[in-house]
């Protein structure tokens, strides 16, 4: 024993001089253009060949199906309804999103209150909630056991469409106000000054001269908030009842051994998300609104105090009254399950627990698994974006295509892959869930990176190497220091959303289960479990989530 822990000593030792020389030696191999091509190489195949090609050849291979929903008019109609609610939902909640969000951000940015920052930590709540908790959380505070349900004697919402609608707005909206607190915190206020100083209302300085400025801003928020209503599959499930969205669709149609309607209904959200995500994209940045027209009377009293006041009170009792507190209300339940002795059978792993447990085991295996991976393979095609090192053209090309998994719904995507790698006989379903998850997440981290990457002046970079550093080198010593928050955050996105995601570990997978989609079954009642496991079940989830991401972002603290 002794002589072992001995030997571990000298190994200890020995290490920072074997770091030396690994990194003497890669650095080295760094200033050989043909390793270089090889690592910009590999990541340009990683990204096609698992993140990118096939979703499209699943669909592909699957055409000959499609006679089978065009034979059935009853299913055609509900595929048609399913697409067009998916496409009407998400423009509807990303317009909703920014109506509500751009007021909540300028009230966090720009009126200097004490407060600022707890709103500013409020709004960000939902993140850490995982969505299929979100979902039962809204579905018990508008049902007859919440506040409403309970002063009126019945639930005022049952669940449908505008349940539906108030569960995406609550989860996208946050997103729309960490985009514009960004635009609005690094925006110079020289030209607003400027028009007010000329005589125009405050109001309409922000209207025809702020806005259009940030109108990069605005389009990226809309995309995204637009994005994340489309693909949300698991807490829809959870709120819709007979409601059905293309996400919900294609659960029901899975589960119905449909599968020409889901091939039919994942085919047409993958083409119809890109076909908007380009028009919004591009036409959105050129589209020229009426700004320059004026209102004197009616903008002079949206400006006054009064309307300032009362426009700040609704944006803070929308962020209270339906996000924050319809997102927290499963903490009640929780509670009570603690109470009633559940807590004891959960801990013990007792009959449905056990399968909880692993369930929950799978799914931060694959998170870690995923995050650690595109992190590897993310990196090289980040440089590539922010360095343009396929020329402009390919490169604005690549930063096209690099944006599409992030934009198609992920149980369209799920489908897609399993179509696809099926074809090639029976590979373990692990494989498939975890490439899945890659596909889905890929674009957090390379997004995050590329963006961090471009902000450092190449100038750094060009005087190190005239002063002889190696290529690596210059990456560790200078590219590293500048954007590691940008990397710790990326992972902590990808992170995330690899143990929130339902849509696609639905589809992929008939075995295995990771936990939201466990969660999923427990809610809609096929597991047969009481509602006191269900909501200590969703407790549990966000419990830990939240211990992982704080201690996610404590390490993302010390290391800044």
């Known amino acids: 024993m002794f002589a072992g822990l ?80 998916s496409f009407i ?86 997103v729309v106000v960490r985009v514009m607190v960004g635009e609005l915190t690094g925006y110079r206020e020289n030209f607003e000054i400027a028009a007010k100083t000329l005589g125009a209302e405050p109001f309409t300085a922000v209207r025809t001269v702020t806005l259009p400025i940030l109108r990069r801003g605005l389009v990226a928020s809309f995309l995204l908030a637009f994005a994340r209503s489309l693909s949300e599959t698991g807490a829809t499930i959870v709120v819709a009842g007979s409601f059905e969205n293309g996400p919900v669709f294609i659960k029901v149609a899975k589960d119905s051994g449909l599968e020409g309607a889901l091939w039919f209904v994942s085919f047409a959200l993958i083409i119809g998300s890109i076909t908007a995500f380009v028009i919004i994209k591009y036409l959105g940045l050129k589209l020229r609104l009426p700004a320059s027209r004026v209102w004197p009377r009616t903008e002079r009293k949206l400006s006054e105090q009064k309307a300032v006041l009362s426009r700040d009170f609704v944006s803070l009792s929308v962020l209270v009254f339906l996000v924050i507190i319809p997102s927290l209300f499963i903490a009640l339940p929780s509670l009570q399950a603690i109470v009633d002795g559940t807590l004891s059978e959960a801990l013990s792993g007792k009959g449905v627990w056990g399968a909880y447990w692993q369930s929950m085991i799978l799914s931060y295996a694959i998170g870690t698994i995923v995050t650690v991976v595109n992190m590897l393979m993310g990196m090289p095609m980040a440089v590539i974006i922010a360095r343009r090192k396929l020329g402009k053209v390919g490169t604005s090309l690549m930063d096209t295509l690099v944006d599409i998994p992030i934009v198609v719904p992920s149980v369209a995507l799920g489908v897609s892959l399993s179509f696809f790698w099926r ?20 674009t957090y981290f390379v997004r995050a990176m590329s963006a961090a990457i471009e902000s450092v002046p190449t ?98 603290k010390k290391e800044k």
Do not use: C
């Not at 349900?149 to 449908?160: V, W």
């Not at 006989?425 to 997440?441: N, S």
């Not at 690596?472 to 959303?497: C, D, E, H, N, Q």
């Open 423 to 442: 074809t090639f006989g029976a590979l373990p379903e692990l494989l498939i869930l975890v490439i899945a998850h890659l596909t889905i997440t890929y």
């Open 6 to 85: 001995n030997q571990l000593k000298k190994l200890v030792k020995l290490s920072p001089v074997n770091i030396d020389k690994t990194l003497r030696a890669l650095d080295k191999i760094s200033t050989s253009k043909r390793a270089s091509k090889i690592v910009y190489g590999l990541s340009i195949a990683f990204f096609f060949v698992l993140v990118l090609l096939p979703p499209i050849f699943g669909i592909v291979l699957k055409l000959d199906r499609v006679e089978e929903v065009f034979q059935d008019p009853v299913l055609l109609d509900r595929s048609r309804s399913a697409i067009s609610w």
């Open 89 to 174: 939902l998400a423009f509807t909640v990303a317009a909703l999103d920014i109506l509500a969000g751009l007021p909540l951000a300028w009230l966090i940015v720009r009126r200097s209150l004490k407060w600022g920052s707890v709103i500013d930590t409020l709004a960000d709540i939902p993140f850490i909630i995982p969505t299929v908790a979100l979902g039962l959380s809204t579905l018990l505070f508008w049902g007859p056991q919440g506040p409403l349900g309970i002063l009126l004697g019945q639930a005022p919402l049952s669940p449908g469409l505008i349940l539906v609608m108030l569960l995406h707005f609550a989860f996208s909206l946050p």
């Open 459 to 556: 100038y750094f970079e060009e005087t190190a190497r005239t002063l002889g550093a190696k290529p690596l080198t210059v990456f560790r010593r200078i590219i590293f220091p500048l954007t590691k928050y940008s990397l710790f955050a990326g992972a902590i996105l990808m992170f995330t959303r690899s143990v929130d995601e339902t849509g696609a570990s639905t589809a992929v997978t008939t075995k295995l289960k990771t936990v939201p989609v466990l969660l999923v079954d427990w809610i809609k009642g096929t597991a047969g479990v009481s509602s006191s496991t269900q909501s200590l079940g969703v407790g549990l989830l966000v419990a830990v989530s939240f211990v992982a991401l704080f201690a996610l972002r404590l390490t993302v």
